[in-house]
């Protein structure tokens, strides 16, 4: 039996793009217009859907960004926030990135996460979601945010996740917009019955 | 910029032990003895944790197999059902194997999935879920299955997903027992704070 293989591997262009990119973000905002701005480049160089996330450190250094290659990739799991986690762990050589509760990591989502996204964030150490558009302006251009619990972000908290939302949400929503103006696919094989 | 990459790839030991198996699992109790023996042989050539998956079509073909490899990886997406998903779509080559819901596929898995996991299906096109062991099992050998909504098969069935549990759930616990009775690491990130 061939057994295939499957790489999470940002979009050619984010290298040379982070390139340019300032080396640090100190405020929130510096750290949540940087994934806004790469969820934007992800549809306008049309290598996914129109999201994006990254995972800094407390001095607001880049450690791994990512950006949703469902389409692309052929793979319903590379959502944005998946693929900075598993970046993100890869580049600190550890599953648990906060190494015990030793360091706080934080990961910047374009949108709220979807069900899966929001179930991998426990898994992950990461102790502070930032959060720019909300699910409902996700789903107000159709996308669908599965069936993520409505206390989600109680749940959360309740496992020392801090969860800040709707930083710079117009801005982000703005990018969602501009998706679906452009004729973008919206993708959603789990609520076809 | 240093961009790392994640392969989704199964242990060098599944390729050969697949080659040994039947080419086909007609009974729902064949293809559930192939995920909980892959889930024994995964603790047992010690490639990750306690669990496995796989991906069927309707004639009892196994289209992909998953193993639990968090640790070796140090990537804590890997979940036994995130592979085989992964992996599936791959031999597919679409990320709704069910192309819009004209094909049936099933994924088995040793334990009822965790809170990524679940959030996971809905998105992959997968149509019928049958688990194992049940949740409080993981949890009765430490692990934690995360803020999984308490109505979780529900919402699966909501979205045209049947779903099938206690399928052969004690030879499912037992390797569960294995792992904890051999000195397994329970990690478990999510429930420190």
């Not at 793009?17 to 973000?25: A, D, L, M, V």
């Not at 290598?47 to 250094?61: E, H, I, L, Q, S």
């Not at 290659?69 to 550890?94: F, G």
Request: with cysteine; proline share 6%; net charge neutral.
């Amino acid at each position: 039996m061939k057994l295939p293989e499957v790489v999470i591997r940002l979009p050619e262009w984010v290298g040379p793009w982070i390139e340019r990119s300032p080396k640090t973000f100190p405020a929130i905002e510096d750290r949540m217009g940087f994934v806004v701005e790469l969820s934007r480049q992800n549809i306008r160089r049309q290598t996914g859907g129109p999201f994006a996330a990254a995972v800094f450190d407390m001095n607001g250094g880049l450690i791994a960004p990512g950006v949703n290659t469902v389409i692309t990739s052929n793979c319903s799991i590379l959502h944005a926030e998946i693929m900075a986690i598993a970046l993100a762990q890869q580049t600190l050589e550890r599953y648990d990135i906060s190494d015990g509760g030793k360091f706080s990591f934080e990961l910047i989502a374009s949108t709220e996460p979807c069900a899966m996204c929001f179930g991998a964030i426990p898994w992950s150490g990461i102790r502070i979601l930032v959060c720019g558009a909300r699910s409902a302006d996700a789903e107000a251009i159709g996308f669908d945010e599965g069936p993520k619990p409505s206390g989600w972000v109680a749940a959360l908290k309740n496992r020392g996740i801090e969860v800040k939302r709707n930083v710079m949400r117009d801005a982000a929503a703005l990018v969602l917009k501009e998706y679906a103006a452009s004729g973008g696919q919206i993708y959603n094989p789990g609520s076809t019955t």
